[in-house]
């Protein structure tokens, strides 16, 4: 080890220890003296008092010199140009100047301001204090006669306005009197009649032991026309009474007296005054210490701040010039094009934090260099493998901006939107699709510019060439990082001509089959009635004509069966177009009720309906009490007319749809027909036809809505509806 660097260790380290014993022995002084209560006690608060001084004295000295010797390091340095010598100088003399100003200004007005509070403390006249004293006694007793005498006087007042002295009206005047005790905070209210005491109330706090009653010649003289006045002891403190007399025609003289009680007489506080009084002449004599004391005091914290200020700006201009020097130079090396260079430096707080930062966007340049050119030659070739897809792919793809601008369109959406324009990028999509046939994917776009919500397989259908094509719709919406601001929609087109030309085949084929069905059950009655009739008059029977008779009527009947069911797939297929406007489905909903709850009486209805559900949203009137007419007599005749129906509604604000819930507690719907229950002469009932949720499925559609259908809990069918706002 290098004594050399030994002895310097060493020398600052006797220092700070030293530094550390003067604090510690000044607070220790300090304390001994502020529990001695006084400095004219003895001579040891003075002997303390002195060694205060010379702690003071030894701390200045020691931060004088510290301080003279580190500054003249620092000038030694700047007059060798040392790297960082005048960023630490202005540090150092930044935290000196920083400590340094503001504790003087504190500490020279905190010291006047002691100087002129104690002057002021021992600058009060006592005699002036003692006849206050006595003043304020005097006061007290007067003011509190004065108000006692105010409210005998209003009692005396009320009791012959309100004649609450008449017998009939004793138990009012009690009550009043309680009342008023209260309310005056009083501490006794007495009432006499002549001479005698009718009653009292007094406040149960006072010492009822030594109570005394009033004096009956005090009584006699307030009638004569002298106001009633008394101070009596009682217990520790003193009772002031004053009473009000009057006269009633029909009863005679009565007075009314009121009374407040003093805790303490004036007397034990003039003794406590004056005591106090004595405390401070022997406080005045113990004046000028107090004032060194405070002084010293003060001196001494200004001296530690001045220290630690100066020791602390030393510090950091050390620890922050060295790896800011290396910092400098290695920024000179990256400004020369070499990002190989590094900085060396064992720092650990956020000097070390900034050299490992820089290293590290050092190495962060090195590596960017080297991946830029790999990384745009990967975003070029995704960039082509996406347009790749888009051109190949059968689905129509089309990307608009937030101003509703085709900023992409691939060869399949061309394609089934018959666009011959090539140059239609940049352009508005009401301008591109601006032909009439393109209304329906216009309307759907401007809702969703709109609402900014996603459209899911809207079906539309285009006329091409004379041709029908169906497509499905799918608009998704676009946001900005921020989520809430848009960034543009993606319309993805489906062509689903062909799929739905199949659809309708196998329909028609299930159809056929059991419009087939239905109509072969008649047509047997209808064969053997036509035969037996053949039969019989080919015998030429008697009885021949009753047989006919019966045969023709069942060939009747089952005619009329046939033509019903005729009749009811006619009607499936001539549905009126449902026609939107603005209505009021709370409206609907109260309209359709009515018609069940006069006729099915053991059907218990419960209608839940949310009042954030707005109004009026887009729907056909007509069309929906038909959905709700279907679905509540499908549900009356599940339950064989006896059960509970609820019918709740709710809006959901995030994707701007109403729903409304429809369950009963019949049965329920069996699993195997649920994915099935909306299509046509599809039922669960003896009767029925299978056409009613056909209707309520393609008129919940038509609304651009959902249906569905769950299990309701404990038991029954639940009927979800869901239809955009």
Do not use: C
């Amino acid at each position: 080890m290098n004594p050399e660097n030994d002895g310097k260790r060493k020398g600052p380290r006797v220092v700070g220890a030293i530094i550390v014993f003067l604090i510690v022995l000044f607070f220790i002084i300090e304390f001994t003296i502020r529990q001695s209560r006084g400095f004219a006690s003895g001579s040891l608060p003075g002997v303390l008092l002195s060694t205060l001084q010379v702690i003071v004295l030894l701390l200045f000295l020691i931060l004088f010199f510290v301080l003279g010797r580190n500054l003249i390091r620092l000038y030694l340095e700047r007059r060798q140009k040392v790297l960082g010598a005048h960023f630490k100088t202005k540090l150092v003399l930044f935290f000196i100047s920083l400590s340094l100003i503001p504790t003087l200004l504190l500490f020279f007005f905190a010291s006047d301001l002691i100087n002129r509070n104690i002057e002021t403390w021992f600058r009060t006249p006592l005699d002036g204090v003692l006849e206050d004293t006595k003043t304020v006694s005097d006061s007290l007793y007067r003011s509190a006669e004065d108000l006692t005498l105010h409210f005998a006087q209003r009692l005396s007042q009320d009791i012959r306005a309100r004649r609450l002295l008449n017998p009939e009206n004793r138990p009012l005047l009690r009550e009043f009197i309680r009342n008023k005790l209260k309310e005056y905070r009083l501490d006794e209210i007495g009432v006499f009649l002549g001479e005698e005491e009718l009653f009292s109330y007094l406040n149960p706090d006072l010492p009822l032991q030594d109570y005394r009653d009033v004096r009956p010649e005090l009584v006699k003289r307030a009638y004569l026309g002298e106001t009633l006045q008394s101070l009596d002891r009682m217990g520790n403190g003193q009772m002031i009474r004053r009473g009000a007399a009057f006269n009633l025609p029909d009863i005679g003289d009565a007075l009314v007296t009121a009374g407040t009680f003093l805790p303490q007489n004036t007397a034990e506080k003039i003794d406590t005054i004056t005591a106090f009084v004595l405390r401070y002449r022997q406080l005045k004599l113990q004046k000028n210490p107090v004032k060194t004391f405070y002084i010293i005091t003060l001196l001494f914290i200004t001296l530690i701040i001045v220290f630690a200020a100066s020791w602390l700006g030393f510090r950091l201009a050390k620890g922050i010039t060295v790896p800011i020097e290396k910092l400098a130079q290695a920024t000179r090396e990256v400004s020369r094009g070499n990002l190989e260079v590094r900085v060396e430096d064992p720092a650990s707080d956020e000097l070390g934090i900034l050299i490992e930062s820089f290293n590290q966007m050092i190495s962060d340049l090195s590596s960017s260099q080297k991946n830029v050119a790999q990384k745009t030659d990967e975003l070029e070739a995704r960039k082509q493998s996406i347009q790749t897809i888009l051109d190949h792919i059968t689905t129509g793809v089309i990307a608009l901006d937030a101003e509703g601008r085709l900023i992409s369109i691939n060869p399949s959406a061309r394609e089934m939107l018959s666009l011959s324009e090539r140059d239609v990028l940049g352009r508005p999509y009401g301008e591109v699709l601006a032909d009439s046939r393109f209304e329906g994917i216009r309307a759907s776009i401007d809702w969703e510019r709109k609402n900014r919500h996603k459209l899911s397989d809207r079906e539309i259908i285009l006329e091409d060439s004379g041709q029908q094509k169906t497509l499905a719709l799918t608009l998704t919406p676009l946001l900005q990082p921020d989520g809430e601001s848009a960034a543009g929609t993606i319309v993805v087109l489906d062509d689903l001509t062909q799929l739905i030309k199949a659809q309708k085949i196998a329909a028609w084929k299930e159809v056929a089959q059991r419009v087939a069905h239905e109509i072969k059950n008649p047509l047997t009655p209808i064969q053997l009635s036509a035969e037996r009739i053949i039969k019989n008059m080919s015998r030429g029977e008697p009885s021949s004509s009753g047989i006919i008779e019966e045969g023709a009527r069942v060939i009747i009947q089952e005619a009329k069966t046939i033509k019903s069911l005729v009749d009811e797939f006619s009607d499936f297929a001539r549905m009126p177009k449902v026609r939107l406007r603005p209505g009021d489905l709370h409206e609907i909903l109260h309209q359709v009720l009515p018609l069940f709850r006069g006729i099915f009486s053991e059907v218990e209805f419960d209608l839940r309906l949310r009042h954030d559900i707005p109004s009026p949203i887009p729907l056909d009137p007509e069309q929906m009490k038909r959905v709700f007419i279907n679905l509540l007599d499908n549900a009356i005749e599940a339950m064989n007319k006896a059960g509970r129906i609820s019918i709740a509604t709710s809006f959901d604000a995030a994707s701007k749809r109403v729903r409304i819930e429809v369950a009963d507690s019949g049965p329920g719907v069996a699993k195997d027909i649920r994915d099935k229950i909306f299509l046509p002469y599809t039922s669960t009932k003896k009767k029925g036809r299978g056409l009613g949720l056909a209707i309520v499925d393609q008129i919940v559609r038509e609304h651009n809505g959902t249906i569905d259908v769950r299990s309701h809990q404990p038991t029954g069918a639940k009927f979800i509806i869901e239809i955009p706002t």
